[in-house]
């Protein structure tokens, strides 16, 4: 199951890239959340063709971060929890409690396919062996690692982009961009919001984060839930990038906090460094190569980290591009 999440107002069609280099190549029935501003329009309807044959859609209007909370409040077991998540500050919890940013939108939306992935299973009466998470507004310059080469027995995300000690914590944080599920781990990957509403949350982690005082980012929140829930993670390298998006909901933080909205044009990447970090993957500047067909993905063993150093377990590489392989493993 590919579920592809996400409002897609980006300066680049994504879609055909996640077709073409992601759906098609794990071979993935399709479950889309697309939130909408405005109105439905002819650009976006052309837009989903993109995806290809789509599973289960559901296409809604989006809704502002007033509304947003309102929604995330009324949802809570206890409406006292509003008053024990307000303890622990940070990006994590954004928009609400009036927390610039997006970040429990894509909470949301990871909630939504679960339920999507679940009510499925059900009509068909068998479990996806997987369930991978990829956000609408992602464009893959290589194919994804082939299903095949994965270990079931981890959760596999990119490398880079972990945003570690935000404000100077003392928390490590985790790649939130992509992520592929064996099926036993989709409910702890994909229940954040889930957690958030009965309490469970608080009492795994939450609690611990308001103690601190530290400001967590969503990449902070992401590992500080896996580590509770018991995920094992892996890594691969990374060959995509969040694309630069239009001003909506989900897009303020660079739009009030820069002059982004003010200039007359715009880059192709929201983040540079994650723009840099896949081209270093598929492009070799040192010989001017570009790797593109001849270069495949190829199975570490054992897992490791790009350099052989001594690294935490969420670190270690399982697969990796490769052009070829040597005696002494693959040569990347």
């Given at each position: ?7 897609p ?11 073409e ?12 959340y697309?939130?909408?501003?405005g109105?439905m329009?002819t ?13 289960t859609?559901i296409?809604?209007?989006d ?15 206890d ?16 928009p ?22 679940l009510?499925?299973?059900?009509q ?10 990829a956000?609408?507004d992602?464009?893959?310059?290589f ?5 095949h ?7 596999h ?5 972990d945003?570690?000690?935000?404000n100077?914590g ?6 939130d961009r ?11 990957y994909l ?7 009965d ?5 795994w982690?939450i ?5 601190a ?17 018991g995920?094992p993670?892996?890594?691969f390298s ?6 630069q ?20 044009w ?13 081209r270093?993957t ?14 495949v ?20 590489h399982s697969?990796?591009v ?7 493993g693959?040569?990347?």
């Amino acid at each position: 199951a590919v579920c592809v999440l996400g409002a897609p107002r980006s300066v680049l069609d994504t879609f055909r890239t996640i077709r073409e280099k992601v759906i098609k190549v794990v071979q993935g029935d399709v479950f889309a959340y697309i939130p909408f501003a405005g109105e439905m329009s002819t650009l976006l309807e052309r837009q989903l063709k993109n995806l290809g044959r789509i599973t289960t859609a559901i296409v809604v209007p989006d809704v502002d971060a007033e509304g947003f909370e309102q929604r995330f409040l009324s949802e809570l077991a206890d409406p006292f929890l509003a008053q024990l998540y307000e303890l622990a500050p940070g990006p994590w919890r954004a928009p609400v409690f009036g927390q610039m940013g997006s970040s429990m939108w894509g909470y949301f939306h990871q909630d939504v396919c679960n339920r999507m992935v679940l009510s499925y299973e059900q009509q068909r009466g068998k479990l996806y062996k997987w369930v991978i998470f990829a956000r609408a507004d992602i464009l893959w310059t290589f194919s994804h690692p082939p299903m095949h080469l994965l270990d079931e027995n981890f959760v596999h995300v990119p490398f880079g982009q972990d945003n570690s000690f935000y404000n100077h914590g003392p928390e490590p944080g985790l790649n939130d961009r992509h992520a592929v599920i064996p099926r036993k781990w989709a409910n702890d990957y994909l229940g954040r919001i889930a957690a958030m509403r009965d309490g469970r949350a608080f009492e795994w982690y939450i609690k611990d984060m308001a103690v601190a005082g530290d400001l967590i980012n969503t990449e902070q929140f992401l590992l500080l839930h896996l580590r509770a829930r018991g995920v094992p993670i892996r890594r691969f390298s990374p060959v995509a990038f969040i694309v630069q998006c239009t001003e909506g909901p989900q897009c303020q933080h660079l739009y009030k906090g820069t002059d982004l909205g003010k200039q007359q044009w715009t880059q192709t990447a929201k983040y540079w460094t994650e723009l840099v970090e896949a081209r270093r993957t598929v492009h070799d500047d040192r010989y001017g190569l570009t790797r593109k067909h001849e270069w495949v993905w190829t199975r570490l063993r054992p897992h490791s980290t790009i350099d052989g150093e001594e690294a935490a377990d969420w670190m270690l590489h399982s697969v990796e591009v490769a052009c070829c392989i040597t005696q002494s493993g693959p040569a990347t």
